[in-house]
C-alpha cells in the first residue's frame, strides 16, 4: 500500500524506506540505488539508464529525502506532467513548469 503523506515525512530517511512507502515497491531496479547514494552523498551524478530504467525514482527519492526545495530539468514535457501526476496521487506535493502553462499560471 502506498503511504500518502508530506515531503516532510521523509527528511532523512532510508531510500527503502521511501522507495516502499511512497511508491511501494519492494526493491530497487539495477544501479538504482547506488545512483540515489551517490547523489544523497552530495556527488556530482550523471546517471545514463535506458527507457523504463527508473531514472525518476533516482531524482525523485533524493527530492524526499533531502529538506528543502528540489528542482529536477526535464526536456521532456510529457514526462515532466505524467511524473508529477504520479507523484500528486502518491501524497507528494510536486508541480511542473513548462511552455504549456499561460503566463498566469506561473
Known amino acids: 500500500m502506498i503511504h500518502n503523506a508530506g515531503a516532510a515525512d521523509f527528511v532523512g530517511a532510508e531510500p527503502e524506506r521511501v522507495l516502499k512507502a511512497v511508491f511501494g515497491y519492494d526493491s530497487f531496479r539495477p544501479f538504482q540505488k547506488e545512483i540515489i547514494a551517490s547523489v544523497l552523498a552530495g556527488k556530482d551524478t550523471l546517471a545514463v539508464m535506458p527507457t523504463g530504467g527508473g531514472k525518476s525514482l533516482c531524482c525523485q527519492i533524493p527530492a524526499l529525502i533531502f529538506d528543502g526545495l528540489t528542482i529536477v530539468v526535464s526536456p521532456l514535457i510529457a ?28
Request: glycine share 4%; aromatic share 10%.
Open 79 to 106: 514526462l515532466m506532467q505524467d511524473q508529477v501526476s504520479a507523484l500528486a496521487e502518491n501524497g507528494v506535493s510536486a508541480v511542473f513548469l513548462n511552455s504549456t502553462l499561460e503566463w498566469d499560471d506561473y
